[in-house]
C-alpha cells in the first residue's frame, strides 16, 4: 500500500533562504502526523508542498502512490485547516460549512445533508444558523474543522490549528482533534510549535530544525531517545550534556541528555550549585550549575527547596542518561 504522503529529497528554496532542505519522509494512511519545530523551520512550507501552494525546488511529493508535480491544490485529495480559520462573516454556520459542496456543484439538500453531518460531528449539531461572530474561539475552529471534512478529504492538514485559543480549551482540542481522527480514520498532517501538542496527539512525530528533519519517531522514541541534541532540547527542555561532561559524569565521551525530572537530591551524589528557583504549582524548577554545565531540574510538589547560592547533591539513575548518537 502506497504512503498517503511521500516526501522524496525534497527542498524548496527561496532565493537563499533553504526553508526546505531534502526532506525525505513517508506518513501512512490513517496516522496522526505531527511536523514540530521551531518559527521558521519549514514545517509550513512542508505542509504547503503537500496542499499545492508550493511546489518543490527539487524532489517530488507523492500522495497515495502519485507524484503531485502539477497538479493545482483543488485536484489533490487534501483539505487545509488554518489558523485563522478564514470563516465568511457574512454567511451562517451552515453556509460556511457547506460552502466547498456549493462550489463543486452539488444539490442543495445533499449539501445541507453533509454539513449538518459534519456539524455532528464537531460536536455543534444545531448551530447551523449563527454566524461566526457568535460563536466562541473553540466553536469557531470546529467550523472550520466541520468545513474542511465535509469535503471529504483522504489527509486533512492542520496548520497551528489550536495555536489562537487559551491553554485550556487548547487542551480540550487537542483531546478532540484526536478522537476526531479515530473516528474519521483519515490520515491528518498537523503542524505545531508546541512539543505537548505534538506528544499528546500524534502517532508520530518528525522534529523539523533549519529546513531538515532531526529525527522521525514516535512520541516516546523523540521524547525518551532523542537522536540528536537538538531534538533532545527541543522536545522537552532536556539538559544536554557535551561529551566531555558525559564523560565526567558516566565515563563515556557522547552527547547525552537527561530529564529535568530525572534528577533527584540525593545523598552523595554529584555537587550543583542552586542558581535560580521557579514555583511551578505541580513542581518547582531548579536551574543549577554542576560541572561548569547549566542544568534544569524538576523537585515534585512537597519537597524542600534549597535556596539560591546553596551547594546539593543530585543524582539519576544510570537509564536516565541516554547517549545521542551525534551533535
Ligand atoms: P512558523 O512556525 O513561524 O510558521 P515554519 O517552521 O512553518 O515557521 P516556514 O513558514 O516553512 O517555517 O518558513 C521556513 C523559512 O522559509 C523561513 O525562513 C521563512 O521566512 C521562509 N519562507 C517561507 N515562505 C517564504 C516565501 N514565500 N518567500 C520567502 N521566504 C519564505
Redesign the pocket.
Known sequence: MPAAVEFRDVCRF??T?R??DRVSMEIAEGEFFAML????????????LIAGFEQPTHGAVRIFGQDMTGVPPYRRAVNTVFQDYALFPHLNVLDNVAYGLMVAGRGRAERRREAEAALELVQLPGYGARRPGELSGGQRQRVALARALVMKPRVLLLD?TLGALDLKLREQMQEELKALQRKVGITFVF?T?DQGEALSMADRIAV?NE?RIEQIGTPEEVYNRPAKPFVADFVGSSNVLPPEVTFAVAGRRAWASLRPEAIRLVGGGRPARVLATAFLGASTRLHLEMAGLDITMLLPRGAQVPQPGETVSIGWADGDLHLMESA
Open positions: 527561496f532565493g533562504v526553508a526546505v519545530g521551531p518559527s521558521g523551520s519549514g514545517k509550513t512550507t512542508c505542509l504547503r497551528e503542524v510549535h523539523f529546513g
